[in-house]
Nanobody, 123 residues
Framework: QVQLVESGGGSVQAGGSLRLSCAASGRAFSRYVVGWFRQAPGKDREFVATVTWTNDNAIYADSVKGRFTISRAYGGNTVYLQLNSLKPEDTAVYYC????????????????WGQGTQVTVSS
């Protein structure tokens, strides 16, 4: 069993930055792939980025490439999502998730989810 807790959301103006954190607890974290997703009101859950615990190879959605960075804390159980150059269309609840499929960009391929953290970007 894996527990995930997100933090770091908030309200910012367009062009601003936020750093989201996903703290994991449980067993065998080195085996897990971690991903970030987001969901805006009335829309489907959308892939944002993913990275493995033991490999720094990260994959991003085209909509966030060059603006967001996913990273993990070496020796720890935390994954970060740095959000730069934020746009109003980035407004959503952001979720972190853990699974076993490297490079997975579908929410169906993740087994564990956090409760989400709200990001609101005003113009």
């Amino acid at each position: 069993q894996v527990q995930l807790v997100e933090s770091g959301g908030g309200s910012v103006q367009a062009g601003g930055s936020l750093r989201l954190s996903c703290a994991a607890s449980g067993r065998a974290f080195s085996r897990y792939v971690v991903g970030w997703f987001r969901q805006a009101p009335g829309k489907d859950r959308e892939f944002v980025a993913t990275v493995t615990w033991t490999n720094d190879n990260a994959i991003y959605a085209d909509s966030v490439k060059g603006r967001f960075t996913i990273s993990r804390a070496y020796g720890g159980n935390t994954v970060y999502l740095q959000l730069n150059s934020l746009k109003p269309e980035d407004t959503a609840v952001y979720y972190c998730a853990a699974g076993f499929v490297a490079g997975a960009n579908s929410f169906r391929e993740y087994d564990y989810w956090g409760q989400g953290t709200q990001v609101t970007v005003s113009s």
